[in-house]
């Protein structure tokens, strides 16, 4: 009996090291980031209290009742604001058009909610979508994906490559090709659109002019420092995700296999582990104080090594995706006038490189 137990601890450990060979990414960690001066606004309070009221929305249920009862908190967070666009309902793609006064259909965004793969949906991100709109001047497709664990983890992959593809050709008012494309999200909207821009330019489409991440999710392996060293200052990832750091990374990434289906070192789940090379303009938002924080400053030190202008602007103290909470959060505020000065940029470098080079 003992050589049995032996022999399939053996075969766990070698299928392992062979299914989850992973690339050391700690040089990484090397690179300085600044963060920038100041503390956060007395508002950031009220946000604080916001995200108990999110844990508590869910406190004592479990499985597809929790999940439910999140849901349901995330759609109501966009209650209440004075919002300047028109929301459009599409089935096909299923999402909805964020049309702002005044905007240009033919400039459009492409918006990947978070919520971890298994929530979040187009309402619960208006805060986001509707600011966007309005800053940028363009039409703002916020994207219905298909979520876990009702559809694989692939499906809504898919439903973002194919909502791409469709935008390059269509505006809200029907068939009208782009003239500026922009791919954005959040979190697990932020790991799929960096996932998006690197399946763009290995098929041959047209690549986004920009892209844009907030908070991204750029490693399931969970290998990055901040997943650990950042749990007690994350209000929000910490307490959902914070009992993760006392599981042995292999049982998680077993676990994440199993229930995403695909590798969590794959680089359609894990963007970091990718070709990073020929990628548009990036910018990457995130907070000093949150887990997933070196997953942000490893993607752009890997990508800027690789020659892609990827930019990571960081903020103190702030909870994870605080954009979301504009117009409450100065924070926010200053989040979306970055967002609005390095659009400005990438379209005044591409007016002086017609063919797009930077």
Known sequence: MLWIILAIIVFIVAATLLLFRLEDLSHLDQDDYPVRDGKPSNANREVLGRIRELGQSSKGLRGKARLMALRKHMDELSQGLELASEFRH?????????????????????????????AGSPRSHRAITDRLSQITRAAVFALDYRLMPENRFMDGVRDCREAYTWLLKHGPEGPESAGFMVVAGDSAGGSHTLGLIAWIRDNGLRQADAAITFSPSTDLTLTAPSNRNNIETDPLLGPAFGGLSKIPLPVI????LAAFRVSPASPVASPLRGDLRDLPPTLIQASDTE????????????????GSPVTLHTWPGMVHVWQIFVPLLPEAEEAFQDIKSFLEQVESGSRMHPEGQT
Request: hydrophobic share 45%; net charge positive; proline share 4%.
């Open 253 to 256: 990434w077993w676990a994440t």
């Open 291 to 306: 887990m997933l924080l070196d997953n942000a400053r490893r993607y752009a030190s890997k990508a800027q090594a690789a």
């Open 90 to 118: 599409c089935e096909s793609p299923r999402g909805e058009w964020v049309i702002a006064p005044g905007c240009d259909t033919r400039r459009r965004i492409l918006y990947i909610h978070g919520g971890a793969w298994a």
